[in-house]
């Protein structure tokens, strides 16, 4: 009988995370200090970051090892099932075999505390007291609530302004596990405060969180900065999702025609996908799909060049594909997706060609949401649909290929999204031509 679920046991939980830095076909172009525009250094990072993170983002080195204290946090839920969606592939009569790899098992509720439970150990070896980080939809923010929780770290955390009061379930998780959040922009930063001087009604955006979060660690000493996405570090802790994916099918005999993940900043896409670029290499056939928002269409509509990470200026200039910095994003449920970059890893590689990117409107992305949680009963993120939408589109094919997504989380506390869409109410956007010439005018002119 074939498989519906393929479970590993415990004792194969990845003890290396897999480095893709190592594999790049090109090297990675370099990050740049955002006040003097040369390559970064080391010690430029030391004020918001541990060593053993900055080492990590730059390590040359395929595989490192996972430290014996987060291996054994990972078992509080890990290895994560991978689930053929059987009835799902019966109700679009495909011949496809359509997998998800189940992220969403995590006691927050996504693949976020795989990187969370990483950072707040090295913090904690490095002898800090406080993480101070920015959240989108709350994932982020919750999964590192915990991970402060577990190993004694206070966690401020700077919660964009239209999530804040859209998902207020998200906040009380990240109360119950000891954090402090603030809607952002906030007056306890002066970007925070410069911003609001200026645009006292702002939605906020990512852009502008990361740059409260970071302007708090900078400017206090027991106090350090973390990051959920888009960095090296980030992809490669989130590497786990892939390996285990890739043993899973092994086991089975399965070998993916298509994978598909969504992309805000891109650790879900990149942890899940990346670890099967050696496959990609030697087999050009097998394909990598991005999936992102039309109202945050990064990878397909935004350029690739330099830019700032944040909307203060504070963090590195990366090479990137991007909306520019400046970049507010409309009010969408998929509040993961609003970033106005991507990770220059994934950008790379997209720039090389070896990963597609589609972009879709929320009511699509829900409907596809609905199908999947009428027939396969999990009730998905919104971010999270975005990759079941693409799946049921490559699965409509019906060219029997082995179609395989990231399922990155839950989508319990998105209950208001699911309503408005149930009610007609959510409205569609695409990000207008005009809008992104204009934020692009202001990319800084580098590299
Ligand atoms: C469930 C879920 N999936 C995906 C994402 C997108 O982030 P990333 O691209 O870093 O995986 C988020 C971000 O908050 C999320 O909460």
């Known amino acids: 009988m074939e498989k519906e679920r393929v479970d590993l046991p415990q004792s194969e ?21 955002p006040g003097t525009g040369q390559p ?26 996972i430290p014996e204290a987060v291996r054994a946090l990972y078992k509080i839920w890990r290895p994560t099932p991978l689930i053929r969606a059987v009835r799902l592939e019966k109700a679009l009569k495909t011949s496809c075999r359509i997998y998800f790899k189940n992220e969403s098992v995590s006691p927050a509720g996504s693949h976020k505390l795989n990187t969370a439970l990483a950072q707040a150990y090295y913090n904690k070896m490095a002898g800090v007291r406080r993480l101070t980080t920015e959240t989108g939809a709350g994932q982020w923010g919750s999964s590192m609530a915990f991970a402060c929780q577990l190993f004694g770290l206070a966690c401020t955390i700077y919660m964009v302004k239209s999530s804040y009061h859209q998902k207020p379930y998200r906040r009380s998780l990240m109360h119950i596990w000891g954090g402090e959040v603030f809607p952002s922009p906030s007056d306890r930063t002066q970007s925070g405060r410069a911003i609001l001087a200026a645009n006292p009604e702002t939605p906020g955006s990512l852009g502008i969180a990361i740059s409260e979060a970071v302007e708090d660690a900078a400017t206090h000493e027991d106090a350090k900065y973390t990051l959920g996405s888009v960095l090296n570090h980030v992809i490669l ?17 399965e ?11 891109g650790s879900n896409f990149g942890g899940f996908s990346l670890p099967f670029l050696p496959e990609k290499l030697a087999n050009p056939k097998l394909r990598i799909v991005a999936v992102e928002p039309s109202a945050c269409p990064s990878l397909t509509k ?23 910095h400046t970049f507010i994003p409309e009010g969408i449920h ?17 720039k090389l060609g070896f990963i597609e990117s589609k972009a879709y409107t929320q009511n699509a992305v829900f409907e596809g949401a609905l199908q999947f949680a009428r027939t396969e009963g999990f009730i998905p993120a919104p971010e999270t649909s975005h990759a079941i939408r693409a799946a049921i589109d490559e699965a409509r094919k019906d060219d029997g290929k082995c179609i395989v997504f990231n399922y990155s989380g839950h989508g319990h506390f998105d209950m208001s999204a699911y309503d408005s869409h149930l009610a007609g109410d959510l409205e569609d956007y695409e990000h207008p031509e005009e809008k992104i010439a204009e934020a692009l005018a202001h990319l800084p002119k580098v590299g």
């Open 237 to 253: 802790h989130q590497s786990v999702i892939g390996l285990e994916t890739k043993r899973q099918l092994e086991m089975i005999g």
């Open 334 to 350: 998929a509040g993961g997706l609003r970033y106005h970059g991507t990770a220059p890893i994934v950008a790379h590689l997209a």
């Open 40 to 65: 970064l250094k080391p010690e430029d990072l030391a004020p918001i970051f541990p060593m053993a993170l900055i080492e990590q983002e730059m390590s040359p080195e395929r595989w490192i090892p």
């Open 255 to 265: 070998t993916p025609d298509v994978l598909i993940a969504c992309v805000g900043g």
């Open 13 to 33: 939980i990845p003890v290396s995370w897999y480095n893709v830095l190592a594999d790049l076909p090109q090297p990675l172009p370099p990050p740049l200090h």
């Open 302 to 324: 935004g350029v690739y060049a330099y830019d700032y990470g944040d909307t203060a200026k504070l963090a590195p200039l990366v090479k990137m594909f991007t909306l520019g």
